[in-house]
């Protein structure tokens, strides 16, 4: 199951993320996981909420670029081993991972990898057939 991440492209300038979270705050999505990239000039945040439409819209009116992108968010166990045990397996069967950041689920005990994968279909039919939890909200 795929989720939907969208990236935001940010000057970087003091302030720019502020704008982006309170536009989100003020129609009422929340922010589910969340990274960010940056160079000297300009950066990407990602992000996965509750309500992807209302924050395009918000984000759209409130003049910020987007882009969305499929996903997989892979619920783990929150111990030592578990990311490493996913990472050898796209390893053994040449996934190729472009990047990935975690949030905590609100499962005791889990968390959950967001890992953008330069084939989706291909990693997620991995994930499928070795028996992986996957999220398809949160």
Do not use: C, W
Not at 22 to 39: K, M, P, W
Request: aromatic share 6%; net charge negative.
């Amino acid at each position: 199951m795929a989720i939907k991440q969208i990236s935001v492209f940010l000057e970087n300038n003091v302030g720019r993320l502020g704008e982006v979270t309170r536009v989100l705050a003020q129609v009422g999505v929340n922010i589910r996981a969340i990274s960010i990239a940056d160079t000297a000039d300009f950066g990407i945040l990602r992000l996965i909420v509750d309500r992807e439409d209302t924050a395009l819209t918000a984000l759209a009116e409130g003049g910020f670029t987007t882009r969305v992108s499929d996903v997989a968010a892979v619920e783990i166990d929150d111990t030592p081993g578990s990311l490493a045990k996913v990472m050898e397996l796209f390893q053994k069967l040449q996934v190729n991972i472009e990047y990935l950041y975690a949030s905590l689920e609100s499962k005791a005990g889990k968390a959950v990898v967001i890992f953008k994968l330069e084939d989706h279909e291909q990693g997620m039919q991995i994930v499928r057939e070795h028996g992986l939890s996957t999220v398809g909200s949160f």
